[in-house]
């Protein structure tokens, strides 16, 4: 079991904006930057937000990120076929002293 | 531009050493960055395996500490992982990736990964 939990399923219709929660602790959310990232299995993981809420160069402006306290987000808008991917948060752990992932949320778009 | 690519024996058998070796290119290993060990099991999340730095400082996973190593080779550009008395729980999909920290004290983020190379433990 993680010590970061999402939960395991997601889904949405084209168009629809579509949030995936992250939820922690103080040691590693609630003090740490959050990290989410886009996989399809047999594909190189791809990074989609750094530091809770940044965009790497690339990432279109319908995936945003946002963090509360021991709690972070993923939102999609404007949802396409495209996005139907797992989807990891991740972050630095204090008391492990190691990056943790979450367990994963895989995204359905209906 | 920086990439990755996973290379080592697919099937290992119980009890022995699992070796992989990331070769990087396209950039260099001596940046200011962190080289990480990513695994996926099968029908199971990302799982952090270590990463190193190129000075030879390394951080690992509780869970997996007393097993693995880390090291690397900076003339060859490339990086390695030994995970040593494996069983079937360590079968996965091993991926390597770069710790992007652009020179500051906080993560930019794993933003380049390998294509991942699957080593099944199996006698």
């Known amino acids: 079991q993680s010590v970061v939990t999402q939960p395991p399923s997601a889904s949405g219709t084209p168009g629809q904006r579509v949030t995936i929660s992250c939820s922690g602790s103080n040691s590693n959310i609630g003090n740490n930057y959050v990290y989410w990232y886009q996989h399809l299995p047999g594909t190189a993981p791809k990074l989609l937000i750094y530091?809770?809420?940044q965009r790497p160069s690339g990432v279109p402006d319908r995936f945003s990120g946002s963090k509360s306290g021991t709690s972070a987000s993923l939102a999609i808008s404007g949802l396409r076929s495209e996005d139907e991917a797992d989807y990891y948060c991740a972050a630095w752990d204090d008391s492990l002293s190691g990056w943790v992932f979450g367990g994963g949320t895989k995204l359905t778009v209906l | 531009q920086v990439q990755l690519q996973e290379s080592g024996p697919g099937l290992v058998k119980p009890s022995g050493t699992l070796s992989l070796t990331c070769a990087v290119s396209?950039?260099?290993?001596?940046?200011?960055?962190?080289w990480s060990w990513v695994r996926q099991p099968p029908g199971k999340g990302l799982e952090w395996v270590g990463e190193i730095y190129h000075s030879g400082n390394t951080k690992y996973n509780p869970s997996l500490k007393s097993r693995v190593t880390i090291s690397v080779d900076k003339s060859k550009k490339q990086f390695s992982l030994k995970l040593s008395s494996v069983t079937a729980a360590d079968t996965a999909v091993y991926h390597c990736?770069?710790?992007?920290?652009?020179?500051?004290?906080?993560?930019?983020?794993?933003?380049?990964w390998g294509q991942g190379t699957t080593v099944t433990v199996s006698s």
């Open positions: 530091r809770s809420n």
């Open positions: 396209g950039g260099s290993i001596s940046s200011s960055n962190w």
């Open positions: 990736a770069r710790n992007f920290y652009d020179g500051g004290a906080y993560s930019n983020g794993m933003d380049v």
